[in-house]
């Protein structure tokens, strides 16, 4: 296709074969062509380049879901920037981590956060993005397009922050070779097609919708059918032109109890993906239930892209497994001794090309969790059958999975343990029906204190992003612990366990 590494260059070299088709269509209009892709982010990256940034410098972006914003994210690669999309839940002292750490040339947000975020800045330029289209980042757009940078597949592509179990985030070096190794073997993998329609119904800020989704849709030359939240029935009612869907459970779910699921309704579409969180086996047989289709689960993280799927064609589809190693990919078990083990469980590692390059200004970090042999560890629990079928089992740091969305207890648990009144807390993970798993908090008093459910969550709402806001608060006399002090997570999850029904 290109010498050019950089991925936007694969990516312009099958919109050329793609021709007049049209790329993103939103309430039935198309919002972008394959044939204005080279245009319109041509002149787009030239705007960044006239607002200072240079090959190299980070670009951070906090905007709404729009076809405006998968274009500034085009251009940005054009350019041979380095992308870091953020959460639009995130608040301003989150923020101001970011805008720290990152040290970006430009940074986007909404028209409605310019003020706030112009307060967090030290150095930069602030424009602005609608999701109407509108804002400051569209204005002086130059006449003549900037061509697209020459890129090594080591030049960073990307930086997305995931959040620690220290309480920091960490930011997740991705690569033009880590992003197009990953995008070429789903394409292949998974059978994308030119003549493919994907319902993109997933935020544009994290690996999920902004990189295995967008990816596989620009390199197939297929056109994206655009929802900026979820509405089932408008999904559903798009089933009879699209052809690929990508969700997280939660979506799945709600699709399930949805009206006027069918096999009929469904009879157009021929690859239905979850990921980002563990698909429970229920929900996997309901949906096939109503639809005559079995869901495709696939396993992958912030630091890696994909690493595992379940066969498209030519295999079984096991539900409560991650399927198979993607091709070019390595895993390995190591148990709790430290040691090799063949099956697990234990602590699954992973190598590739598609393993990121460390996470940003962290050496140490970064020489924790990828050894010397280049195996990244996932710090997921994992065992792995004789055909190489894998299947996780637990998540060896406590990590929540909430709607799809990655909640580490330890950060909520510090900004709890900061609130007037609180001795201690523990956050934890217990089931619910809708967003698999809810976040939960059990907090002890300092004697003589009046805390409660309502005062604590009230205190949250402008400390942390809402997704990682409890949903209920216990109040407890004591936490439980073993005979180290430690406490016991797990007689927590145990005791909650019924608490969402």
């Known amino acids: 296709m290109t010498d050019n590494a950089n991925i936007f260059a694969h990516f312009l070299a099958a919109a050329a074969l793609a021709g007049d088709k049209p790329f993103i269509v939103e309430d039935g209009r198309t919002a972008i062509a394959f044939a204005d892709l080279d245009d319109r982010t041509g002149r787009l990256a030239a705007r960044l380049r006239a607002l200072g940034a240079k090959v190299g410098d980070r670009i951070v972006v906090q905007v709404e879901k729009s076809p405006e914003n998968v274009l500034l994210y085009l251009a940005a690669e054009r350019a041979g920037l380095v992308y870091v999309p953020l959460n639009t839940a995130y608040t301003s002292a989150e923020l101001a981590y970011f805008l720290g750490d990152a040290e970006p040339a430009v940074v986007v947000c909404r028209p409605s956060d310019e003020a706030a975020v112009r307060g967090?800045?030290?150095?930069?330029?602030?424009?602005?993005?609608?999701?109407?289209?509108?804002?400051?980042?569209?204005?002086d757009i130059p006449a003549e397009p900037l061509p697209v940078v020459e890129?090594?597949?080591?030049?960073?592509?990307?930086?997305?922050y995931t959040?620690?179990?220290?309480?920091?985030?960490k930011g997740a070096m991705l690569t033009h070779g880590n992003l197009l190794s990953n995008a070429l073997t789903l394409k292949d993998l998974w059978g994308w097609r030119p003549d493919d329609v994907l319902i993109h119904i997933l935020p544009i800020y994290h690996v999920h919708g902004l990189f295995v989704a967008l990816h596989g849709a620009l390199l197939a030359g297929a056109t994206v059918l655009f929802h900026r939240g979820f509405d089932p029935a408008a999904v559903i009612a798009d089933f009879a032109r699209g052809s690929v869907l990508m969700g997280v459970p939660t979506h799945?779910?709600?699709?399930?109890?949805?009206?006027?699921?069918?096999?009929?309704?469904?009879?157009?579409?021929r690859l239905f993906l979850s990921g980002s969180a563990p698909l429970l086996a229920e929900a996997h047989r309901c949906f096939e239930e109503k639809t005559g289709q079995r869901i495709l689960e696939r396993y992958g993280m912030t630091e890696t892209g994909m690493i595992t799927s379940n066969p498209y064609a030519g295999g079984v589809r096991v539900a409560g497994t991650v399927g198979y190693p993607l091709p070019g990919v390595e895993v390995r078990i190591r148990g709790d001794d430290g040691e090799l083990v063949s099956e697990g469980p234990?602590?699954?590692e992973v190598r590739g090309a598609n393993v990121f390059a460390g996470y940003w200004r962290m050496p140490e970090k970064t020489a924790q969790e990828i050894r010397e042999d280049g195996y990244f560890i996932t710090g997921d629990i994992a065992t792995q059958e004789p055909d190489g079928r894998v299947t996780l089992v637990g998540r060896a740091k406590d990590l929540i999975i909430s709607g799809g969305l990655n909640v580490y207890p330890k950060e909520i648990e510090e900004a709890i343990d900061?609130?007037?009144?609180?001795?201690?807390?523990?956050?934890?993970?217990?089931?619910h029906s809708d967003m698999g798993e809810g976040v939960v908090a059990v907090i002890v008093p300092q004697k003589g204190a009046t805390v409660t459910e309502d005062g604590v969550r009230a205190a949250l709402e402008s400390r942390l992003a809402r997704f990682k806001q409890p949903r209920r608060v216990i109040v407890a006399d004591?936490?439980?612990?073993?005979?180290?002090?430690?406490v016991q997570k797990a007689v927590l999850r145990a005791e909650y366990a019924g608490l969402f029904g």
Request: charged share 15%; proline share 6%; net charge positive.
């Open 120 to 139: 967090l800045m030290t150095a930069g330029r602030l424009v602005t993005l609608g999701v109407d289209g509108s804002g400051s980042l569209l204005d």
């Open 151 to 160: 890129r090594a597949a080591t030049d960073l592509a990307a930086i997305l």
């Open 163 to 169: 959040s620690g179990t220290t309480g920091r985030s």
């Open 252 to 269: 799945y779910t709600r699709l399930t109890a949805a009206p006027g699921l069918s096999p009929a309704v469904c009879a157009n579409m």
């Open 346 to 348: 234990g602590v699954l």
């Open 418 to 431: 900061a609130l007037p009144g609180v001795d201690e807390s523990a956050v934890i993970g217990v089931p």
């Open 478 to 486: 004591a936490l439980p612990r073993n005979a180290m002090g430690k």
